[in-house]
């Protein structure tokens, strides 16, 4: 099965900059859609940016989009986010998940079969 880790995050100022990376094991996820998606104590889990399996289909969060940039290696079976000009509502825990079928706008976590451990985004100064 496929197994899937988030990195990347921390401790950045507002407008700097962090790439999180999506780390899968165990299977090969060029068939699968990438998203990820953040959460805060407290509140639902909300899709950020996805990818299509082909790499040439991409959604994102109205709030992000124009500042996230969603990307993905296949040779390395690797999923990235970019994410500049950092905001302090950008704090959050960040998920890398996959799924194996297209669905609409790829950003409903119920839409995602395999998911990995978060990554802790703050942005503060």
């Known amino acids: 099965e496929v197994q899937l880790q988030a990195s990347g995050g921390g401790l950045v100022q507002p407008g700097g900059s962090l790439k999180l990376s999506c780390t899968a094991s165990?299977?090969?996820?060029?068939?699968?859609?990438i998203g990820w998606f953040r959460q805060a104590p407290g509140e639902a889990r909300v899709g950020v940016s996805c990818?299509?399996?082909?790499?040439?289909?991409?959604y994102y969060l109205n709030t992000v989009k124009g500042r996230f940039t969603i990307s993905r290696n296949y040779t390395k079976n690797m999923g990235y986010l970019q994410m500049n000009s950092l905001e302090p509502a950008d704090t959050d825990v960040y998920y890398c998940?996959?799924?194996?079928?297209?669905?609409?706008?790829?950003?409903?976590?119920?839409?995602?079969?395999?998911w990995g451990q978060g990554t802790q985004v703050t942005v503060s100064s």
């Open positions: 998940a996959t799924k194996v079928r297209p669905t609409g706008s790829g950003l409903s976590p119920r839409d995602y079969d395999y």
């Open positions: 165990e299977s090969n996820v060029d068939d699968y859609g």
């Open positions: 990818i299509s399996a082909s790499g040439t289909t991409t």
